[in-house]
């Protein structure tokens, strides 16, 4: 089955289809059928998708240089071509997951993450998504709109948020929200926590070393006011002491 050159022979109209399912229904029905007329048509289906196997669909896959849905005359890109063949092959959890881990090819990784997103359920969903939040790498992507770069981080969090992603729209799932409400989900803990949390204890700190240097700068204009105070005091006193001695001796000479 996997060797058909046309992919239109695993679409029973009459509804006998009897391979496996996702979600209840035919995998390649998950791609609107729209899309689905354009990749049969496209040559890169024709040619460079035939007879592929979950082995083989690597020699592609490592061939890319960027991801997308529709470019040009809305021609299918060869990423959408490889997501589409996935599906038809419906490979085992454990060789997607080999897909999704290989840390070589990234394009690989993005055709994995995506095919996840459309077959599996939202709880695995997301554990299996949130981990390659911390992928930085740089993805171009080829759109209707022509050029435009992107993140893995960026595209996962896509997968986990929105409706429509490489112009495929996206099975419904539970926000993180509602798994967490439901307990199927523990809270996320993020990356940059830590971080928050260190800047807030040094901001903390230098707040409480401000407000004590403060108070030290107080303490010594009051000593040094009550220096100067003293000082006037004296000066004050000896100068009535010097006007009491010269009244003195003016009355002296009077007499």
């Not at 209840?24 to 040559?43: C, D, H, Q, S």
């Not at 809305?74 to 085992?92: A, E, G, N, R």
Request: glycine share 10%; charged share 35%.
């Amino acid at each position: 089955m996997a060797h058909l050159a046309d992919g239109k022979s695993l679409l029973d109209s009459r509804g006998l289809y009897d391979g496996a399912t996702v979600h209840g229904v035919n995998p390649l029905l998950l791609v609107e059928k729209i899309i689905r007329e354009r990749i049969f048509e496209a040559l890169y289906w024709k040619e460079q998708a035939f007879g592929l196997n979950a082995a083989t669909l690597l020699d592609r896959a490592v061939e890319l240089t960027y991801i997308g849905g529709q470019y040009g005359n809305q021609k299918p890109t060869p990423f959408l071509c490889l997501v589409f063949k996935l599906l038809q092959l419906h490979p085992q959890r454990e060789i997607v997951l080999e897909y999704l881990n290989d840390t070589d090819f990234k394009y690989l990784r993005a055709i994995a993450a995506l095919y996840i997103r459309l077959t599996w359920s939202a709880v695995d969903i997301f554990k299996t998504l949130e981990p390659l939040m911390t992928d930085f790498r740089k993805l171009r992507v080829r759109g209707m709109g022509g050029w435009k770069l992107t993140h893995m981080d960026e595209f996962i969090d896509d997968l986990l948020t929105k409706e429509r992603v490489c112009d495929i729209a996206l099975p419904h799932i539970k926000t993180r929200a509602m798994l967490e409400d439901a307990d199927e989900l523990e809270a996320r803990d993020s990356a940059l926590g830590s971080e928050i949390e260190s800047e807030g204890e040094e901001g903390e700190g230098g707040e409480g070393g401000e407000e004590g240097e403060v108070r030290e700068e107080g303490v010594k204009r009051e000593e040094v006011g009550e220096q100067g105070e003293g000082r006037r005091e004296g000066e004050e006193k000896g100068e009535r002491e010097e006007g009491e001695e010269e009244g003195a001796i003016m009355e002296t000479g009077d007499d």
